[in-house]
């Protein structure tokens, strides 16, 4: 399944269960946009006066990692460019400590400043890259290669080490 993907620099990709939505509150939007703004260039950094971003970054973005660590939520950070992608899904064997958790069976690719301002302003339609209604419920690895190319892969996948929130 190929979709078009647009980053102005301060965004990223999320791969999300439908289900998990409703998951994210007021707080962990938050810490999405402060997660996505990798070297504090947007009004965000005045909420932290005489901190260093590297700090405030990693202390206010706890919550949101752990979400993703958990299997909700997978977060790509991009760089600004475009780019052509594509998402298949297989069932070859994968080293990857990412995955993803498809509860519902409907999964959701969109950028994550997207995703931010329809939670927050639920009026708003939001404007996803690429649903998939139909997803074996289960666990997925993921393996990618920056985001042009990502493949869930339905298996077995050992949690203790999960990394779901990949800087590009």
Request: proline fraction near 1%; hydrophobic fraction near 35%; include cysteine.
């Amino acid at each position: 399944m190929n979709y078009d993907y647009r980053c102005d620099g301060i965004d990223g990709l999320v791969l999300i269960d439908e289900k998990y939505l409703d998951e994210i509150d007021d707080n962990l939007l938050a810490e999405l946009d402060i997660i996505l703004d990798r070297d504090g260039k947007t009004e965000l950094i005045h909420d932290f006066p005489n901190e260093k971003w590297k700090d405030v970054r990693k202390r206010e973005t706890k919550n949101i990692v752990e979400f993703c660590n958990s299997g909700k939520m997978v977060l790509f950070l991009a760089n600004k460019d475009e780019y052509n992608c594509k998402i298949t899904i297989s069932d070859t064997k994968s080293d990857s400590y990412t995955y993803i958790d498809v509860e519902s069976g409907k999964l959701i690719v969109i950028n994550a400043s997207e995703l931010v301002q329809c939670l927050a302003y639920p009026e708003l339609e939001m404007e996803i890259l690429l649903k998939i209604d139909n997803v074996d419920r289960g666990i997925y690895s993921v393996k990618y290669d920056g985001i042009k190319n990502i493949e869930l892969i339905k298996e077995r996948v050992h949690f203790s080490d999960a990394h779901n929130v990949i800087e590009l």
